[in-house]
């Protein structure tokens, strides 16, 4: 069985400063990883992902994420975050494209004017 | 696309009554997942089908709830009898299974068990 740890439940950080949340997994076997964002009231969104191919993938607001496979990391990092990135972020995992997906317990990220 | 829909958007009853809470996936998507999110317990997977099948419901708390998918574009997921300790806000997600669809999420029925 997958599981998925995200170490971090709280992450304050002035604007424009750089952030990483981090993410670390667990699987015996080869996993699809995913981070999602999900703001106030609203369902979840998936920020990026990463299938296979570049360890590096991005998303278009300025997010990247990093698969290590030795270390079992996929961590999300933006190099400076503004005030509308204040939001929950979860990782996330599957064996599948159309497996279940098991969520970590999330992220908050609160940006500081 | 309108997106995933759910209704209602919230849902307060008093213990002991029955509850609906009802999803439309996005059209031509395959897999639907129905998932609990409570500040104690995160986001739980309680249900999936794929094809209208239930695929894996080990989730799914206890007898006192049930899910359906009579067709591709249609789910329900009921509780009966409810409980204060059902209180959460239940999302519906569906996707369409091939590797560069992403889970599509609604956005959630609120529900409140008094």
């Known amino acids: 069985a997958q599981s998925v740890t995200q170490l971090d439940s709280q992450v304050p950080v002035f604007e424009e400063a750089p952030v990483e949340l981090r993410c670390n997994y667990s699987?015996?076997?080869?996993?699809?990883l995913f981070w999602y964002v999900q703001y106030p009231n609203q369902g979840l969104q998936l920020l990026l992902k990463?299938?296979?191919?570049?360890?590096l993938v991005e998303s278009i607001n300025g997010f990247e994420a990093e698969f290590n496979k030795s270390q079992t990391s996929f961590h999300l990092r933006k190099p400076s975050v503004h005030i509308s990135d204040t939001a929950e972020y979860f990782c996330?995992?599957?064996?599948?494209?159309?497996?279940?997906?098991?969520f970590g317990p999330g992220t908050s990220l609160s940006v500081i004017p | 696309d309108a997106g995933v829909i759910q209704s209602p958007r919230h849902e307060v009853t008093e213990m002991g009554q029955e509850v609906t809470l009802r999803c439309k996936p996005i059209?031509?998507?395959?897999?639907l997942f129905w998932y609990r999110q409570t500040m104690m317990r995160g986001l739980e997977l309680l249900i999936y089908?794929?094809?209208?099948?239930?695929?894996?419901d080990s989730g799914m708390p206890e007898d006192r709830f049930s899910a359906k998918m009579p067709n591709a574009s249609f789910s329900t997921l009921k509780i009966q009898p409810s409980e204060p300790r059902d209180s959460a806000v239940y999302f519906c997600?569906?996707?369409?299974?091939?590797?560069?669809?992403?889970?599509?999420f609604g956005n959630g029925t609120r529900l409140t068990v008094t």
């Open positions: 089908f794929n094809n209208n099948v239930p695929i894996d």
């Open positions: 996330a995992v599957s064996k599948t494209s159309y497996d279940k997906v098991i």
């Open positions: 699987s015996s076997v080869s996993v699809y």
């Open positions: 990463y299938l296979s191919g570049s360890t």
């Open positions: 997600a569906s996707t369409s299974g091939d590797g560069n669809s992403p889970l599509h």
């Open positions: 059209s031509g998507h395959n897999s």
